[in-house]
């Protein structure tokens, strides 16, 4: 979004595709952002408006790219829209979602509530359009179509296909978070109170599923004790054999926002290092003075649960002293990273990808330009500052290729 | 043409049923608008076409549409030539209140008197477009002012680059390799300076002016007047890329710096290492065992509280160095955290697999020398589970980074606001934004590297492309007649009246963005391109003689004012809201979504932020008999989100003066309430105006009720 915009506001034509159903990516999935513990939607919201202004961006959702031709100059993408279901004259009355009664997982907060199958993608989404989601709707099932008073419903819509026409490609296709599961040792997936940092912040979103309050998936009570895992999965050759970049910082944000929560609750982050650069030492500091906020070095290697009691206990190496920690837990975060987004996207050959499947950063000849976590993880401000510069260097190739 | 309103209320999305539209459209003829009627889905394409035609049947001028909040189908309701109003009747009405209530139909019909009696002022904006000089001025050529010049130059800007060294470069220069910056982060790469600054003075459009220092920036964005020495540049947009200075070495004696010659900075090192000679300075003797101290002065409370994020990379670099020079050589990192972000980890991972690079986390306890000519180095709490002791030839600590943005004269503004931009705390003349890098307290002008937060070489390539964006965007939106960012679609811009200017200075002072100057007298003298809408010196204004197209103090007051506040008798207590149209309207909105419910005695009104509220308000409100008035804007302090930096807090300080007032006409202090309101903060809402209202009920009526 924010290549588009800052192209856009200096006179560009920008076609903005995105492959869900709204905008934002990630950053609308989180709760707080450190350093300053604000709301990310407050962003978002300014990025809207421009966005609602500036005729200069044709937004394309739930589009993805099937190809792309030519180079510099005069690129041909092909794209392909996925269909919503729900066209633009929907008013977000509510009428369809009180008559459909069908639920499913809700992706948004990571499974962790459940929508209609005819939903709004988020209470800040933008475009603020339903949507639906058609491989769970029993078939012939009208009853959404039936009673939206303004025809915006149409489940026989079907897909479409264009091709545009660019100078220049900025990628900015983000991350996805590492799939928990595959850290066996730690039990997510198999015991209910082990969740991520990206559930957390969902259940430390006012909008979010639990409406700012962390909860034990187990019973829906407060937790009285969080640990927090640094790294699963980052700096782990058998996982992800780079740092998440944003990690730490989150992890000590989700503990600052719990106790702002919940006066009363402990916890204790695991950690190798602790990774906040520049001004959010702020942060650590901050954690360092909580005295219901222990920072304890060590891996966590292997968590295990109570059946009856659903208490977690957790097994690390004190890197500090060599000694075998144990703690117990109610609920535990696993601080899982970032895997890049970019895999299924048909680059030109001229693209280099390196062997943890990020984009390189390279010259201009390429007409293509990758920004964001795209290229590296990184925290929301250097994405910022790369994705800005993204917006200059697509003028740049535009510039001299005519 | 003739000033012609029309009016619209829609009766789709619940609105229709909440409340009785008939008796809406009767409320709003009072106010005599061309046309008031209404429409079951007026977004609809009948909707719409009926809108269009009646503007073309009756040439109206103005059109007011009480249906849904802003934020929705802002495309479909924008009319060409003609001011749009919309009035909230959807999400903050139907949504959130009683259906078929009293309440809620007072509150309806008051929101439709308002949205009609807000255009009788207001005017659709004419851009000011004007000529401006599109060259950029960059000051500092190390590697973020090189590669600004650079990108501006590539797409078609002419740059001055004024470097106060006499060579270009900046500290970059001084390095002998860089830490790896492409994949697979191993080997540390060729310096990339060189081929900057001669890409630099191979460019015919930048002009590199060396030894030179800005002396004077006066003028406003797309017509900035510059001088350097005694040279005079028409500028559009600066960037100021003035790098930082390595943290003085001469203040680490508790880390042995003076204690023995062979105790250096990180920058001596990296010399060392450049002149390939890596020697004791003590004796010239080989420096074979080199203890690496890491923090030193950074994330230090006494020192830098701040870390400088490059120097674990950095001595990781220069440790290679040593080891590349002689295989036997031992080097030591002694760090707090070893910070190696991103992919960076894998350099870290390749210096463990290391031999002869030693890497634990320690607390330095001494550095001293101990009498055999070496330099004894303590530390405790180390990895090991024990204290150790080492006996080096040599000890390099790793020295942060300042930002240059001293008091010493950077840009040398003419402005009333002093002649520097202002910086956070730390000395960062950052924006303390996350979301919006780039957006400095002073417009037009971008702060790029180093000196806006520590970065390494990449990071500040990075960062000098967005930079030079940021430039750019401004000499566009500038000579278009539009704002930059937040408001970046606007086009209007304060007029001030000043034959009735009293001179006060308010407007001057509270500009957060040093928008006015000022003549001897005191009169304020317009920079309208140095603004960036927010309405500050607007609500300052004691005179209200500043206003807006579309935004005025006569605007909200007479929407205030027609408000229908029925007798004390009636025991109907009505109040004003006052609230930022960037997160509380959201909030508001989201609330209604929500479909949560609050008291419906509020009228609220966005404004462009709280700053731009004016006193008066107040005065109009309690006059008219309204019982309280609630001002909702964003958190303010050193974390602040306001996107006008200040607005909030200036507000908060003017209604404590207005409290005071109220007291010497003795009403009641609690009649006024502000509240620091987040965008997410939505479920608070209905908490917040609940208990407002109730407070102020219990005073009971306002006692000018009537008058």
């Known amino acids: 979004m924010t290549v588009a915009l800052e192209a856009a506001e200096t006179g560009a034509q920008v076609h903005l595709l995105e492959q869900g159903l709204s905008l934002g990516g990630r950053i609308a999935q989180l709760a707080r952002y450190f350093p300053k513990m604000c709301p990310p939607s407050c962003g978002l919201e300014i990025n809207y408006r421009r966005l609602r202004k500036n005729p200069n961006v044709m937004v394309h959702t739930l589009t993805k790219v099937t190809a792309i031709n030519g180079g510099p100059g005069a690129f041909e993408v092909a794209i392909e829209t996925a269909p919503r279901f729900v066209n633009g004259d929907c008013t977000c009355c509510g009428d369809c979602i009180d008559a459909c009664g069908v639920e499913r997982e809700n992706a948004f907060n990571y499974g962790l509530d459940k929508s209609s199958a005819i939903f709004l993608p988020h209470p800040m989404a933008y475009p603020m359009t339903y949507a639906v989601d058609n491989a769970i709707c029993?078939?012939?099932?009208?009853?959404?179509?039936?009673?939206?008073?303004?025809?915006?419903?149409?489940?026989?819509?079907?897909?479409?296909?264009?091709?545009?026409?660019?100078?220049?490609?900025?990628?900015?296709?983000?991350?996805?978070?590492?799939?928990?599961?595959?850290?066996?040792?730690?039990?997510?997936?198999?015991?209910?109170?082990?969740?991520?940092?990206?559930?957390?912040?969902?259940?430390?979103?006012?909008?979010?599923?639990?409406?700012?309050?962390?909860?034990?998936?187990?019973?829906?009570?407060?937790?009285?004790?969080?640990?927090?895992?640094?790294?699963?999965?980052?700096?782990?050759?058998?996982?992800?054999?780079y740092c998440s970049a944003v990690c730490c910082g989150a992890s000590m944000k989700e503990a600052?926002?719990?106790?702002?929560?919940?006066?009363?609750?402990?916890?204790?982050?695991?950690?190798?290092?602790?990774?906040?650069?520049?001004?959010?030492?702020?942060?650590?500091?901050?954690?360092?003075?909580?005295?219901?906020?222990?920072?304890?070095?060590?891996?966590?290697?292997?968590?295990?649960?109570?059946?009856?009691?659903?208490?977690?206990?957790?097994?690390?190496?004190?890197?500090?002293?060599?000694?075998?920690?144990?703690?117990?837990?109610?609920?535990?975060?696993?601080?899982?990273?970032?895997?890049?987004?970019?895999?299924?996207?048909?680059?030109?050959?001229?693209?280099?990808?390196?062997?943890?499947?990020?984009?390189?950063?390279?010259?201009?000849?390429?007409?293509?330009?990758?920004?964001?976590?795209?290229?590296?993880?990184?925290?929301?401000a250097a994405c910022m500052q790369d994705a800005t510069g993204a917006a200059l260097k697509t003028l740049v190739i535009a510039a001299k290729a005519s | 043409m003739e000033h012609k309103t029309i009016a619209y209320i829609c009766t789709g999305c619940g609105i229709g049923e909440a409340v009785d539209a008939d008796k809406l459209i009767e409320v709003g003829n009072e106010l005599a608008p061309a046309v008031c009627k209404k429409h079951e889905y007026l977004c609809g394409k009948e909707g719409l076409a009926e809108i269009g035609q009646d503007i073309k049947d009756i040439e109206a001028t103005h059109v007011v549409i009480c249906a849904c909040s802003e934020r929705v189908f802002t495309d479909r309701f924008d009319f060409e030539d003609v001011f749009v109003h919309r009035t909230n009747l959807r999400e903050h009405v139907a949504w959130c209140h009683t259906a078929n209530d009293d309440g809620t139909q007072e509150l309806a019909e008051d929101y439709v008197r308002m949205g009609i009696t807000r255009c009788k002022n207001a005017e659709t904006p004419e851009p000011l477009v004007q000529e401006v000089s599109d060259s950029v001025l960059v000051v500092g050529g190390g590697v973020s002012g090189l590669n600004a010049a650079l990108n501006a130059a590539d797409v078609g800007h002419d740059v001055v680059l004024v470097e106060k060294a006499e060579a270009l470069g900046g500290f970059a220069a001084t390095l002998h390799k860089t830490y790896p910056t492409a994949a697979p982060y191993t080997e540390a790469g060729e310096n990339p300076v060189p081929g900057l600054v001669a890409a630099v003075e191979g460019n015919d459009r930048i002009q590199v002016l060396l030894g030179s220092t800005v002396s004077e920036v006066a003028g406003a964005p797309g017509k900035f007047d510059v001088k350097v020495g005694d040279k005079e540049f028409k500028i559009g947009a600066i960037v100021v890329a003035t790098g930082f200075t390595p943290y003085d070495v001469t203040k680490l004696e508790h880390l042995g710096y003076g204690k023995s010659p062979d105790v250096v900075g990180s920058v001596q090192f990296e010399e060392m290492a450049k002149e390939g000679k890596f020697v004791r300075p003590s004796d010239g003797a080989p420096a074979r065992k080199v203890v690496f101290v890491q923090c030193a002065g950074s994330r230090d409370p006494d020192h830098l509280p701040y870390c400088s994020s490059t120097c674990c990379m950095n001595s990781l670099k220069q440790a290679n160095y040593l080891l590349e020079n002689d295989d036997d050589a031992e080097a030591y990192i002694l760090y707090k955290d070893m910070r190696t972000p991103s992919l960076y980890e894998q350099y870290y991972e390749a210096a463990q697999a290391t031999p002869g690079i030693m890497l634990t986390k320690g607390e330095i306890t001494g550095v001293e020398p101990n009498g055999n000519g070496k330099v004894k180095v303590t530390a405790g709490n180390t990895l090991l589970g024990e204290d150790i002791e080492i006996d080096a030839d040599l000890v390099v600590l790793a020295q942060g980074k300042v930002p240059v943005m001293a008091e010493e004269g950077i840009l040398n503004l003419t402005y009333r606001k002093g002649k520097e931009l202002p910086t956070l705390k730390y000395g960062f003349p950052d924006s303390n934004f996350i979301c919006f890098p780039y957006e400095t307290a002073r417009t037009g002008i971008y702060t790029v590297g180093c000196v806006r937060q520590p970065m390494d070489i990449v990071q500040c390539g990075e960062d000098a492309a967005g930079a030079a964006l940021k430039a750019i965007q401004c000499v566009h939106a500038t000579g278009g007649g539009t704002a930059v960012h937040p408001r970046a679609w606007d086009q209007t811009y304060p007029d001030f009246f000043l034959q009735r200017c009293t001179q006060c200075k308010r407007c001057t002072e509270e500009c957060p963005f040093g928008t006015l100057d000022e003549d001897e007298k005191g009169t304020p003298l317009e920079n309208p391109t140095r603004c960036r809408r927010c309405g500050v010196c607007m609500g300052a204004c004691p005179e209200r003689i500043i206003s807006f197209k579309d935004y005025s103090v006569p605007m909200i007051g007479d929407m205030i004012k027609s408000v229908h506040v029925p007798d004390e008798f009636e025991e109907k207590p009505r109040y004003i809201g006052l609230i930022c149209e960037n997160d509380a309207y959201p909030a508001m909105d989201m609330a209604g979504l929500n479909h949560v419910e609050y008291s419906p005695l509020v009228r609220f009104i966005p404004v462009r932020c709280l700053g731009s509220v004016n006193r008066v308000w107040i005065a109009d409100s309690l006059s008219a008999g309204i019982d309280g008035i609630i001002l909702i804007g964003c958190k303010y302090g050193d974390d602040y989100q306001c996107h006008f930096l200040q607005g909030s807090e200036l507000c908060s300080k003017r209604m404590e003066n207005v409290q005071e007032d109220l007291q010497r006409l003795m009403l009641e202090s609690e009649r006024i309430k502000i509240v620091q309101l987040a965008i997410n903060e939505y479920d608070k809402l209905p908490q917040i105006v609940n208990e407002f209202v109730e407070e102020v009920n219990n005073l009971g009526p306002n006692p000018y009720k009537g008058f």
């Open chain 1, 138 to 241: 029993p078939s012939g099932c009208q009853k959404c179509v039936d009673v939206c008073k303004v025809n915006a419903i149409n489940l026989k819509e079907e897909g479409t296909t264009d091709t545009l026409k660019a100078d220049a490609i900025a990628v900015a296709t983000g991350w996805t978070p590492y799939d928990a599961t595959k850290l066996d040792q730690l039990g997510f997936g198999k015991y209910e109170n082990v969740i991520t940092n990206v559930m957390m912040e969902r259940m430390l979103a006012e909008d979010g599923p639990t409406s700012g309050k962390a909860v034990k998936p187990s019973d829906g009570e407060a937790p009285k004790r969080i640990a927090y895992v640094q790294c699963a999965g980052s700096r782990d050759r058998k996982h992800l054999p």
């Open chain 1, 256 to 380: 600052i926002v719990m106790r702002e929560v919940d006066e009363a609750v402990e916890q204790t982050i695991f950690y190798i290092d602790r990774r906040v650069m520049g001004r959010n030492e702020d942060v650590l500091a901050k954690v360092e003075a909580d005295e219901k906020t222990l920072l304890q070095r060590g891996k966590v290697a292997k968590i295990v649960e109570d059946a009856t009691t659903k208490v977690l206990t957790l097994s690390a190496e004190d890197t500090d002293t060599g000694n075998r920690v144990e703690a117990e837990a109610d609920l535990v975060v696993l601080a899982t990273g970032m895997v890049p987004n970019n895999g299924d996207l048909p680059l030109p050959e001229s693209c280099q990808v390196d062997d943890n499947g990020f984009l390189v950063a390279g010259g201009l000849e390429s007409g293509v330009v990758p920004a964001g976590c795209a290229v590296r993880p990184a925290p929301m």
